[in-house]
């Protein structure tokens, strides 16, 4: 709401106003340098706006495609991937750090319990199949699930951000360039995943045969603004053609 955005004397956002509905997905394009990944990182929170806000419905999760290969380099490839649901994996590091202590008390059962609780509601005793199973999907064998992830290489690692990224179905999901470094495999199991998945994603890419299988509508970064349109990139594209052409 309001959105506003300046990098000195450039305003890269100036008063933006949308609502992103559930069920869509949103490619979001603009020329080289209008601002699609500052975009997303206020979206994200990442960068604070000049002015205005962006508001969450309470309750959603947000879940971001995390650009940076080196930041979980100390944890095994099945930990990042839990990691996506922080609130979850919380859960169950506190859980585990409590059985383990040896003047185990009642408050700390009471604790535990709560715990318990909590995590069964966020689908916690499936979190590492459900982990499993996504890395497979992506190319990341078993054989590769219990290794640190700096003993994979950069291929690797961006197909494990993306699991990360995609676990426990959060309800906003902010992909920046997903398909880099996939083959036309892996891709194509995105393109399923992405067309049945009933929640808000937001998709930055290069790759316009993914915008034109992926995304319901198109957001437009232009002069400091940002258009919703309905339809793929394609549609987007001709109708732009065709607007310029009158």
């Not at 996504?134 to 054989?143: T, W, Y």
């Not at 808000?200 to 198109?218: A, G, K």
């Amino acid at each position: 709401k309001n959105v506003t955005l300046a990098d000195g004397k450039r305003v890269v956002f100036d008063e933006v106003n949308i609502n992103f509905i559930k069920g869509n997905c949103y490619g979001i394009i603009g020329a080289n340098g209008a601002g699609k990944s500052t975009f997303m990182k206020i979206i994200s929170g990442d960068i604070e706006p000049n002015k205005g806000t962006v508001n969450i419905t309470p309750g959603e999760r947000m879940a971001v495609l995390n650009q940076n290969q080196f930041a979980f380099d100390e944890f095994s490839v099945l930990h990042t991937v839990m990691m996506g649901h922080k609130e979850m994996y919380a859960v169950m590091k506190e859980k585990d750090a409590l059985y383990t202590k040896e003047d185990f008390t009642d408050k700390d059962g009471e604790r535990a319990g709560e715990l318990e609780t909590l995590f069964a509601e966020m689908d916690g005793w499936n979190a590492e199949s459900n982990a499993a199973t996504l890395l497979s999907n992506l190319g990341i064998g078993e054989d590769l699930h219990y290794k640190l992830l700096n003993e994979l290489d950069g291929t690797q690692k961006v197909r494990v951000l993306l699991a990360q990224a995609l676990f426990g179905k959060p309800d906003i999901l902010l992909l920046d360039e997903p398909t880099n470094d996939l083959d036309i495999q892996t891709i194509a199991w995105l393109e399923d995943f992405l067309a049945g998945y009933e929640a808000i994603v937001l998709v930055v890419s290069h790759d316009r045969h993914f915008l034109d299988t992926v995304c319901t509508h198109v957001a437009d970064i232009d002069f400091g603004k940002v258009n919703i349109y309905s339809g793929n990139y394609s549609c987007w594209y001709e109708s732009s053609q065709l607007a310029a052409r009158q």
